[in-house]
């Protein structure tokens, strides 16, 4: 637990979400611990979105809450706000901005003090440098993924949210990409919660795996025990027999054989 | 590396202010199109002036006299609310809501930077125009002198007031609703006697049309033309009717938003 903070980095009580009669995230409780990398699973329609919605305080759940160091999303988001960041390649930076003034214009938003060092070093970190003063609208797939995710450690973020960090990169750059948030961790003890349909980078990122399904938390474990307690070759196998509801979990006694 | 996260920070407005001015500088049909349909406008009202003046019908001559005025100051009207609302847009169409929503940029400064680009945006097209109108016209708008700056102020209010109301309704219902932002306040050129005095009206419309804030601006600018008579009363009557338009724009944008949230638009912006 990083030493700033007493509680989880995330906490989520009884958390519910319905639209009209559909319940898309169903009581789910948890807590994630700061520094810790927590994948959060489920095929299309199991509540990840909503409940990563819930997070960043852009979804006001109908029942139960989600604190975020200790602060309720649905009533103080800002309190937490400032050290949180987010990236999804269904969230789009200004295409006519520049990769730098895009970053600038963040840096002011998140109270960065020294913009220009921060921008040089985060151009340097992701290597960004040769097209800082490109249009961000004019990027490839995988430059985009990088400016992104500058603007997620814009901040220097204590928790970093992350939907599918590396849909549609070739593998050397989703390998890069995950290396950086290796690293990122490992220097900031920071906190990251990845949404991936990637099982191969969530056994290589995550400590933890929690499984949903129909807006239900179906399983919570680390890579490794879930493949041993469902008796899979790996996650993948795993992911299937949950999104299936092929096979349940050995009871405990059996997977410790 | 951060600061403390203040409640209230001109910074952060600063910053929303910087990203509208980068991509209007980056674009020059969109700072072409502040200006191309102003300056249409302009000529053909200015012409119509003219024609009539040349006609020597004194009464027609008296009425049109107010003309340029009108449509200068129902393009602040028209154009101060595209501004607020085109600014919000330009973060939906660029799928950049989510980001900002996630920042420590609260819904008042947002809505803060909306209002200033209005007014940037307004100006950017609006300066060029008035000179040409001298230049062609003869006609020098900025010589209502003070009593202008009274009418910019109190159709900013009302430009501001629905700009606010047309935002919220594209948060919570999505782009489904942008039409508004473009239409909406075209319901006030007729009913606020943009080109012609209330009484003009049938008397049963003439209350609705003094529910308008504008109503009592045109009028004033009238008055200030025509009769060369400031009317203090008119413009305590507008800014009284404003403050109330601008609350309740206020709060049906804080109230769409807080919908948004419960109805999860601000995940699907866009659709």
Known sequence: MN??????????????????????????????????ITGL??????????????????????????????????????RSLHRMNFESPYVDLPHRLTVRENLKVFGLLYGIEDIATRIARLAQDLDLTEFLDRAAGKLSAGQKTRVALAKAL????????????????????????????ERYRAGHNATILLASHNMFEVERLCDRVIMMKRGQIVDDGAPEELIERYGRQNL???FLDVARGRREPKPAEDAAE | MTTPCPSFSPRRIGAMVLRHWYLLRSSWPRLFELMYWPMVQMFMWG??????????????VAATATFLAAFFLWDVL?????????????????RNLPNLMISPLRPVEFVLSLMAMSVIRLMVGFLPVTVAAIWFFGFNLWGLGLALAVFFFNLFLTAWAVGMFCSGLVLRNGMGAEGLAWSLMFILLPLSCVYYPVTTLPAWLQPVAWALPPTAVFEGMRALVLEHAFRPDLMAWAFGLNALWFVAGAIAFFWLLRGARAAGSLISVGE
């Open chain 1, 41 to 78: 699973l489920g095929g299309n329609g199991a509540g990840k979105t909503t409940t990563i919605g819930m997070m960043m305080g852009l979804v006001a759940p109908s029942a139960g809450a989600i604190r975020v160091f200790g602060a309720d999303m649905a009533l103080e988001p800002y």
């Open chain 1, 236 to 238: 993948e196998e795993v």
């Open chain 1, 154 to 181: 814009i901040n220097e973020p204590d928790l970093l949210v992350l939907d599918e960090p590396t849909a549609s990169l070739d593998p050397d750059t989703a390998d890069w990409i995950r290396g950086h948030l």
């Open chain 1, 3 to 36: 030493s700033r903070d007493e509680v989880p980095a995330i906490e989520a009580d009884g958390l519910t979400k319905r639209y009209g009669d559909s319940v898309a995230v169903d009581g789910i409780s948890f807590a994630i611990e700061s520094g810790s």
């Open chain 2, 47 to 60: 012409f119509l002036q003219l024609g009539v003046a040349r006609a020597g019908d004194g009464a027609m």
């Open chain 2, 78 to 94: 028209f154009r101060g609310q595209l501004g607020f609302s085109m600014s919000f847009l330009e973060e939906m169409w660029a």
